[in-house]
């Protein structure tokens, strides 16, 4: 007999529920949350037909090393299996969460979606932890100034050698000095990591044939080339280039019932660094880029209809096409 089991997984240990094809429990049972733990209850209870485990932080792991170990393991949106689950169950519990996944694994009513790769992740995680350590220097600039408005010394906009020299007038004030000297080492050290990752994404990049090919695109540099390849890990995944627009939220909302139909704001679904730096990108062509190419005419007149803003992100969304229709096809950027 064919039997299903839905995953329901936490830090420590997770909820496992088996049921058959008619719907009915066969087991359930906490078990440390280890691919090899859960692999081992699985196979106590027979082949599985198809396993559901919804995406998450560890997710990625759980379901390489299930797929590993031979387990038909299957990755489904959270924030749809949310929706159903809530319609299966009154009170949400993790023994209920598990039982209704594996209804959902039985009946075949679920999103898939891909479970990224090691490297991806690799390259996400240095652009986090460098995007983190930017956050931190300015924070310690915005303290910085703040301490010193307070004796009438103002370091002024900017994060380069001048706010430094006017920072200095401070170390001379008694106890400002004191906690601007602290201030000002801790962002040296920042500063240092910073670097240290930018070197870290250049290389990235460097040894990326898709990345090199990405930058051939003006306003699209290191970060944003590897970003969004690490992002789409897969070309093959899409069906369609113009999909990839959807797939960062950059397509308007829209909702319809009977005759109410509304065109909203941008979803922004999925992931939001990727769709910052398309942003960013595309403010760079506008705004910066002296090149004029038919891509940058497209935005211009979009944002003298409609303004700057709407143009950034009509010409973001049109960047994340024509990036995923590159990866895809092997080529380069043709203005």
């Known amino acids: 007999m064919k039997h299903y089991a839905g995953i329901d997984l936490s830090m420590e240990t997770s909820h496992v529920c088996i049921v058959d094809a008619e719907g009915r429990k066969v087991a359930a049972q906490c078990v440390e949350s280890t691919p090899e733990a859960i692999a081992a209850l699985l196979e106590r209870h027979g082949p599985m037909e198809r396993v559901v485990i919804e995406t998450g932080r560890m997710t990625p792991w759980v379901a390489r090393g299930l797929h590993e170990l031979g387990v038909a393991i299957v990755c489904i949106d959270a924030r749809q299996a949310h929706q159903s689950l809530k319609a299966m169950k009154a009170n949400k519990t993790d023994p209920h969460d598990a039982a209704g996944l594996a209804q959902l694994a039985r009946t075949g009513f679920y999103k898939e979606v891909h479970v990224k790769s090691p490297t991806s992740h690799g390259v996400r995680s240095v652009i986090t932890a460098r995007t983190h350590l930017v956050e931190a220097r300015v924070r310690l600039d915005n303290t910085i100034r703040g301490l010193c408005a307070t004796f009438g010394i103002r370091p002024g906009a900017g994060q380069g050698e001048r706010f430094l020299a006017r920072v200095q007038a401070a170390v001379a004030i008694p106890g400002l000095g004191e906690a601007v000297a602290s201030l000002l080492r801790a962002r040296t050290g920042l500063v240092d990591e910073i670097r240290r990752m930018d070197r870290e994404l250049k290389a990235i990049s460097i040894a990326s044939p898709a990345c090199q090919a990405l930058m051939s695109m003006p306003g699209v540099g290191v970060q944003t080339s590897a970003a969004f390849a690490a992002a789409v890990d897969e070309a093959g995944r899409f069906k369609r280039s113009r999909t990839a627009g959807a797939y960062f939220g950059l397509v308007p909302r829209r909702h319809q019932s009977g005759e109410l139909d509304w065109t909203g704001r941008i979803t922004k679904q ?50 994340a096409v024509i990036m995923h229709a590159m990866l895809r096809d092997g080529t380069l950027f043709e203005a």
């Open 270 to 319: 999925g992931d939001g660094t990727v769709r910052k730096l398309l942003y960013e990108a595309a403010n760079s062509i506008l705004t910066r880029t002296r090149q004029t190419f038919t891509l940058k005419t497209w935005a211009l007149k979009i944002a003298k209809r409609r303004g700057l803003k709407k143009a950034r992100v009509a010409l973001a969304r049109r960047l």
